[in-house]
Structures are given as structure tokens and as C-alpha cells.
């Protein structure tokens, strides 16, 4: 892949992750790079700890080994990576007063969410929303938006600011055909964008043509690499059995 | 039209209205959107036993151990609620039932368990002037509390995790949050009532909930429900003779009942 000479934070280092909780061991000793402008996908069968990890990869979960950011010359960042996190659901109903402009705002800014929005923070969100093609969804009410809406409006949110990495977690679930290409279009542009892209993918077409490396999970790390040597792998062949062909 | 305000003891009141109302009302909306109206009642009906340890341990000021008990009694309640161990409505159901029965447990071995009664009912018309300057002062720290921690709140109860990927110190707003509750429960009960207190703090916010478009005409409009219903409440009890608390109530569920037919589509 490419080398981005000016990005700040180049390399995501997952070194020995292992995740233990009521006396189970729920990720193993996982370790993994992810490069900036380059998509990793994790794979695996329900329950194989993905979603597990990406929480101890957020220091959301107690959990043993290292996460570390470094630079090109391999040097670790010293300041906080900045996250974006696509979650696979949030805790909104349908009742819920709050409009998209007001999630975007209290996530985004310091700006009193519950107040009157000030014309610049507006107008900032609105051109960043554009380019999700989400600016119209501002002023809906969150809790009824369609699954390719959340989806666009749920990007736009974690890319602004500009992340060190983006980390979507299985984002494509209850979206249609169109709305899914769009969705894989703009993860494209964004690859190009200096940032390091983690996904949960149960989508493995997309895996197979849109990552660079693809980590196949069952609580620990049974194939890693490109695409199409994961998926000759045994242990890929075992986990989806007749999987993977298009 | 104007004389129920000839009295002091009714102007005193109207303030209380004016200041309490907005109060509840603004911790309401989170309160509602969190879905934690089960939480704030046991928390309410947990009063009991922080005035029996109070009365007990034959501490003068009996509010503040009130408040003090509260604080701890939210965290244990937030913290399980968290763990999701178990079903939260069943643990909250639990703490709930702990909370009375301890305290009429404790009450009752004093032997003068009917002395207490004004704790379940409340009655806003005792508040006197240097309480209305606590009552100020709480609004002010609530809503000053309000301006700077709202976009945490509101963050981490949509998404621990997207919070948390932000840089919120989610648990940190978590905890605040609920102590906030705890604080104001606590202090306003004398006035409201155990048995009323979760009612007016909801109350504003599910009406508003049933018209509100954006957490800006979500608050507005729970401000708007809630001082509405608190002053006509009390000019009705007042003519009528009837306590107020519950008559700001019955109003309220009119509003609430009222804004439902008009519910957004």
C-alpha cells in the first residue's frame, strides 16, 4: 500500500489483547497492525469476540496487552489517536425528541445541545454532513431515520473531527442495495484520507474486493493477511463453510 | 383574581412553584430519555430510610444525612444498573422495596411512625423564605451543571461506546448524572412528597416528549408544561381547598394526556 508521508499517526499496533470476563476468556492474545489508508476487515462467526476486542481497542472493557498508535518511524504518539466509532445500534426510540443536529452537536462540539445552535456550528455540520450526502437528515429526528440514514449520519458523526482511525462496527445491517454501495463508496474516499479503517464485516463480498487485510477471529486470531489468502485458508474454509464465493 | 396572592405564605409558595418546577422539570427530560423513571422512584421512596438513619443517629439537620443516603443509595442502584448482571428492573425493584421497609422498619421502632407522614405527601405551602434561597441555589448549580454537562449526559446515554470513542469520560457523566438526581430528590421531597416527587419530575418531560421535535423544544416545552401546571395547580388548590402537590399532579396528567391526542404522527 501507499505510503502517506504526512499523516500524523501511521500504524495502529494491537499487541497480545486478551479480554477475560466471568471467567471466561472471551479474546486471546490477539495482536494485529492496521495501517493508515488501508481498510482491515475482522471476520468471524458470531460470537468470535470481534465486537469484544473493538471494545477493549476503545479502552471501553478491562482487558490485558497494549494499544498503541505510532508514527512512520514507529515511535509511539505520545497524544490521544483521535476515534471515530460506527456502533452497530444506539439506544434511541422512536419517541426520542433529539433531531440528527442534536446528536451531531453534543458528540462534535461543546455547544449546549439543549440550546439554541449558534449559525457557525450549523453551517460547519451541515458541510461536513454534504459530503455523507446527510445534510438534510440535520433537522429529522434521530430516532426515525432509515438504516442507510443512521448509517451515512453515524459515519459523519465519527469522522468529524478527522480520526486517527474509524472503527465501524458490522455498519450494514438493514440497508438496501443502493444504500450499501453508496456506503462502501464513501469508506473508499475516506481509505485515501490518512486514517487507519477497522470494520466488522459479515458482508464478504465486500471484504474480499474492498480490504487490505483481512483478520479471520474465533476468540483468537486463526488467519490473517490479504484477502485471498485468508480466504484459501483452512481455517477460513472451516469457519464458513462454502462461504466467501461470489 | 388576584387576591390568593395576598397571603405570604401563598406568594412564598408561588416562588417555591416558580423555582422547584423548572428544577424537576429540567433533570426530568434526562430522566425520561434515559428511561430510568423506575430509578428515580425507588430513589424517591428510598427518602424513608435516610430519614430514619437520620432521626437515629439524632442528627439535628436530618436532610442532609437524607441527601448524603440518597447520593450513596443512587450510586449502588447505577452501579448494578451498569453491570447488567441481572435485570435492572428487577434489582431496581429490589433497592425499592429495601428502601421503604427499612425505613418504616426504622421509623416505626420510635413509635411514632404517623409524625412522619408529612414525608409521603409533601406540602409546598410550608416552604419558608430562607428555604426558597436553597431552592435558588440549587436551580442555579442544576442548570449551570446543565450547560456544562448536558452533551456528556445526552452522549452517553445515546452511546457509551461513541462517547466514550470521543473522549467523554463516560462513566464520570454517569455517576454525576444520577447524584444530581439523588441531590434534588432528596432536598425537594420535604416539599412534594415521596409519593408524588418521581410524578412531577417525569410528568413535564413525558408531555413535552409527546410534541417535542429537538432536545431544544424538549426543554422549553417541559419548562413551559411543568410552570404552567405548577401555577394553575396551586391557584386551584387554593380555591378549592385541596392540597397542592397533588393538584399540580392531576394537572400535569392533563397536559400529558392532552399533548398524547396531539402526538407527532
Known amino acids: 500500500m501507499s505510503h502517506h508521508s504526512h499523516c500524523g499517526l501511521h500504524c495502529l499496533k494491537i499487541e497480545h489483547i486478551t479480554v477475560r470476563a466471568s471467567g471466561q476468556t472471551l479474546v486471546e492474545d490477539v495482536s494485529l497492525h492496521a495501517h493508515c489508508g488501508e481498510i482491515t476487515a ?28 505510532t508514527g512512520h518511524n514507529g515511535i509511539p504518539s505520545k497524544r490521544r489517536p483521535k476515534i471515530g466509532y460506527v456502533p452497530q445500534s444506539l439506544n434511541i426510540d422512536d419517541g426520542n425528541p433529539a433531531s440528527v443536529l442534536d446528536m451531531a452537536v453534543a458528540y462534535t462540539s461543546r455547544w ?15 458541510k461536513h454532513f454534504a459530503r455523507f450526502d446527510a445534510a438534510d437528515l440535520l433537522d429529522k429526528q434521530a430516532g426515525r431515520l432509515s438504516g442507510g440514514e443512521w ?23 438493514g440497508v438496501d442495495t443502493a444504500g450499501l454501495a453508496k ?5 473508499e474516499q475516506l481509505r485515501g484520507e490518512d486514517m487507519v479503517i477497522l470494520i466488522i464485516s459479515h458482508d464478504l463480498s465486500f471484504v474480499r474486493t474492498h480490504a487490505d487485510r483481512v483478520v479471520l477471529l474465533d476468540g483468537k486470531v486463526l488467519a490473517k493477511g490479504a484477502p485471498t489468502d485468508v480466504f484459501a485458508s483452512e481455517a477460513f474454509l472451516k469457519a464458513f463453510p462454502g462461504g466467501g464465493e461470489r | 383574581m388576584s387576591d390568593w396572592l395576598q397571603y405570604e405564605f401563598m406568594r412564598t409558595a408561588l416562588w417555591a412553584v416558580l423555582l422547584l418546577v423548572p428544577l424537576l422539570s429540567l433533570l ?34 436530618y436532610r442532609l444525612v437524607m441527601v448524603l443516603f440518597g447520593v450513596v443509595f443512587a450510586l449502588c442502584m447505577n452501579r448494578i444498573r451498569r453491570s447488567r448482571l441481572a435485570s435492572t428492573d428487577t434489582v431496581i425493584g429490589v433497592f425499592s422495596s429495601v428502601g421503604v421497609a427499612l425505613g418504616l422498619t426504622l421509623l416505626s421502632a420510635r413509635g411514632n411512625l404517623a409524625n412522619y407522614q408529612s414525608l409521603l405527601v409533601g406540602d409546598i405551602l410550608s416552604v419558608s423564605t430562607s428555604e426558597l434561597w436553597v431552592l435558588a441555589a440549587a436551580l442555579a448549580v442544576t442548570a449551570l451543571v446543565w450547560v456544562v454537562c448536558f452533551n456528556g449526559f ?37 416539599w412534594v412528597g415521596l409519593l408524588l416527587i418521581n410524578a412531577m419530575l417525569i410528568l413535564p418531560a413525558a408531555a413535552s416528549r409527546n410534541v417535542a421535535r429537538s432536545m431544544r423544544s424538549y426543554h422549553l416545552l417541559s419548562l413551559i408544561f411543568g410552570l404552567f401546571a405548577g401555577v394553575l395547580g396551586l391557584w386551584l388548590s387554593y380555591y378549592n381547598g385541596v ?16 399533548t398524547f391526542a396531539l402526538r407527532k404522527k
Open chain 1, 183 to 187: 456506503f462502501y463508496d464513501l469508506l
Open chain 2, 243 to 258: 392540597a397542592t402537590g397533588p393538584t399540580i399532579i392531576l394537572v400535569l396528567a392533563a397536559v400529558f394526556f392532552g
Open chain 1, 112 to 126: 449546549p445541545a439543549f440550546l439554541p445552535v449558534p449559525h457557525r456550528i450549523r453551517a460547519r455540520l451541515k
Open chain 2, 154 to 190: 445526552f452522549a452517553v446515554s445515546i452511546s457509551p461506546s461513541v462517547a466514550k470513542s470521543k473522549g467523554f469520560p463516560t462513566a464520570l457523566y454517569d455517576n454525576l448524572f444520577v447524584v444530581l438526581v439523588a441531590v434534588i430528590v432528596m432536598l425537594a421531597i420535604r
Open chain 1, 151 to 173: 448509517q451515512r449520519v453515524l459515519l459523519a458523526i465519527a469522522t468529524h473531527p478527522h480520526p486517527d482511525m474509524l472503527v465501524l462496527d458490522e455498519p450494514v445491517s
Open chain 2, 28 to 61: 426530568g427530560t434526562l430522566v425520561v430519555n434515559n428511561k430510568m423513571s423506575f430509578f428515580s422512584d425507588a430513589l424517591g421512596h428510598s427518602a424513608l430510610t435516610g430519614v430514619a438513619i437520620g432521626v437515629i443517629a439524632g442528627v439535628s439537620e
Open chain 1, 42 to 69: 475482522l471476520i468471524g462467526r458470531n460470537g468470535a469476540g470481534k465486537s469484544t476486542l473493538f471494545k477493549a481497542i476503545l479502552g471501553e472493557i478491562p482487558h490485558t496487552g497494549e494499544v498503541v498508535f
